[in-house]
């Protein structure tokens, strides 16, 4: 793993929208489904899945979900079920409830929360399966009360039209019913526009690959997305109290899932540094995922010796990762100065994988930097807000000079004499 100065750091990558021929298929995908429905999501599903959907219904039956039990362990089916306890008791700290405030002159202003009233949840399927994205997309949403959630997924490329059984017992577990064998852009057009066997939805939430990324932002508008997210990411600001055999397993923890992912260390440390480089090899040996981990080590890993923690905090801030582990003597310390992080470990035994399968907080988090102006996925993400506006007669007559002067200035004569016909007590109701 190559060692660098502070000042040779590539600080963000460019945001990956796509080549052109990328950008024109998913927009005749998206056409296609919004002008033949259910007969596009078929013809696609066959094409780029290789699975004849022909004459088979695309909403899986109650039987099936039933059936994937029997297909996988039952200890999956217990850490499923401990790690759904732990993301929901999270989540439902952070729900919020409408308000309102009575003012002395009889004003009544507030805000109404609402529940979105269809959500859909895009789970990955394929030559890769995420159960625990079934559980980090739709807990949030049942936790803010949303009555519809909604899941597709692509059935496996093997010729048949079965799904991974571990999504469908996630989905299960969390609760969702309605789970449809489609994936792809074509999946986000189905769920955005709807089909005979579909209705849209509100909101469409989940990871995918670049096609679903891009589907994603081409419907955005006629439904809100989550994100588009870019590959994973961690960082770790370390130093010489840090155990580099537990560096070096959280910086592949992340280099695995993708050949783009990028893991960086941070530290003032040669020692560390040097060890490390030398342990992530070690590591890398018999890593099953070897090939993808030591492509994103070789072009997107770096060991970053900075003078001391000081610099390495504004490097981190400047980077806005994803993930940063701070593992640091007394790393409690340092949290006040963590301005853009999506998720912050704190501590030696605080690994990564902790937070995307169980401690409770959202694997779905803010990549390329954006968490300097993002979030990590959570219940406000599937709430609507509405302003409740009650203006009584004396706020009207005590404000009404000044609300008239804003409107005619901004030259909307029309706004103001929308107040003078009640100031003047008329077309009083």
Known sequence: MKIVAARD??????????????NAAVKDII????????????????LFDKVSLSGAPLRVSPEELTAAYDRVEPTFVEAIRAAAAQ????????????????????????????????????????????????????????VAGVPEIVMVTPPATN???????????????AGVTEVYRVGGAQAIAALAYGTDSIRPVDKIC????????????????AVDIDSIAGPSEIVVLADNTANPVYVAADLLSQAEHDEMASAILVTPSQQL???????????????????IAAASVANYGSIVVVDDITEGLSIVNRLAPEHLEIMVENPMEYVGRIENAGAIFLGPYSSEPVGDYFAGPNHIIPTNGTARFSSPVDVDDFIK???LIYYSKEALLKNGETIMELARHEGLEAHARAILVRLNNEGEA
């Open 9 to 22: 750091l590539q600080l963000q990558r460019e945001v990956d929208y796509g080549t052109p021929e990328q």
């Open 31 to 46: 056409r296609a489904v919004r002008e033949e429905g259910d007969q596009a999501l078929q013809r696609y599903t066959e």
């Open 87 to 142: 993301i929901r008791a999270f989540h439902a700290k952070q729900k919020r409830t409408s308000w309102m405030d009575l003012q002395p002159d009889g004003t009544l202003l507030g805000q109404v929360l609402r529940p979105l009233q269809r959500v859909g949840v895009y789970v990955p399927g394929g030559k890769a399966a995420y159960p625990s994205s079934v559980l980090m997309n739709v807990i949030p949403a049942q």
């Open 159 to 173: 010729g048949k039209e079965g799904i991974d059984p571990y999504t469908l017992v996630a989905a299960a577990e």
């Open 206 to 221: 989940g990871p995918g690959n670049i096609y679903v990324a891009l589907a994603k932002r081409e419907v955005y508008g």
């Open 273 to 291: 540094a040097e060890a490390v480089s030398a342990e992530v090899e070690r590591q890398l040996a018999d890593l099953p995922r070897r090939e």
């Open 385 to 387: 807000k509405s302003s």
